[in-house]
């Protein structure tokens, strides 16, 4: 779980960004607002709605975990991630395909212990049968 938490963020948060994120497809947006407050929920219904059943997540530690692992993460008793701000965004689009990315520090509890770490993270999304869906991330530790 520890290597896994820093992944928990998929995109630019509105507080953050506003001006960056008015600039992606409305859709997408939505999408990326929609998987932010499901994972400051742990909201695992809503998360499998937006991550594709081949998702593919690259840990910072280089591990890598499918869709179910990921999925089963929000189940642990006493996680919770704070809410973050994403810094240094890029965000690229070609057609059904968008990149968001940036630097993000994050905090939260895990086993009744306080938990940080700074990373450079990016997200993959791709747009099947008219939705966004979160399709790869990868993570590296910022030291």
Request: no cysteine; glycine share 4%.
């Amino acid at each position: 779980m520890a290597a896994m938490a820093p992944t928990l963020a998929a995109g630019i948060t509105a507080e953050a960004a506003s001006t960056e994120i008015t600039d992606l497809p409305s859709d997408l947006a939505k999408a990326i607002e929609e998987y932010d407050q499901a994972t400051f929920r742990n909201d695992i219904a809503a998360l499998g709605a937006l991550v594709a059943d081949d998702y593919l997540l690259v840990n910072s530690d280089s591990t890598l975990q499918d869709k179910p692992s990921y999925l089963a993460d929000f189940t642990v008793p006493g996680f919770k991630l704070d809410p973050y701000v994403m810094e240094d965004p890029v965000m690229k689009i070609w057609g059904n395909a968008a990149l968001t990315a940036g630097r993000l520090h994050l905090t939260w509890t895990q086993n009744g212990k306080r938990q940080n770490r700074l990373v450079r993270i990016a997200h993959v999304w791709v747009k099947n049968d008219g939705r966004w869906r979160l399709t790869y991330t990868q993570l590296t530790r910022v030291t």
